[in-house]
Nanobody, 120 residues
């Protein structure tokens, strides 16, 4: 049974930084492709960044140059470093995993519960 647990969200002023973490358990971590998504109230969930098994990354244009996705295979943990945060980055952030390389598609099989990021 695959489980994803996000942490690291919080409230920050515009221009600040946060690092989100996503711990994954219940499966062979290195076989997963993973991604970060966010959903603001009244809006659809959108892909923010994705990382493949080989470490290749894909970052949404809206956060390119500000957000960085990475993973630590030894710790079974996915990260999202968010710099120069803007009020429009305010959302619930979710991590997701799948055996298929879905990039920024929302069709991932496994999802965490989310962590709130608020930028004022």
């Amino acid at each position: 049974h695959v489980q994803l647990v996000e942490s690291g969200g919080g409230s920050v002023q515009a221009g600040g930084s946060l690092r989100l973490s996503c711990a994954i358990s219940g499966g062979p971590y290195t076989t997963y492709c993973m991604g970060w998504f966010r959903q603001a109230p009244g809006k659809e969930r959108e892909g923010v960044a994705a990382i493949g098994r080989d470490g290749s990354t894909n970052v949404a244009n809206s956060v390119k140059g500000r957000f960085t996705i990475s993973k630590d295979n030894a710790k079974n943990t996915l990260y999202l470093q968010m710099d120069n945060l803007k009020p429009e980055d305010t959302a619930m952030y979710f991590c997701a995993a799948d055996f298929v390389n879905l990039q920024l598609s929302r069709h991932y099989s496994y999802w965490g519960q989310g962590t709130q990021v608020t930028v004022s």
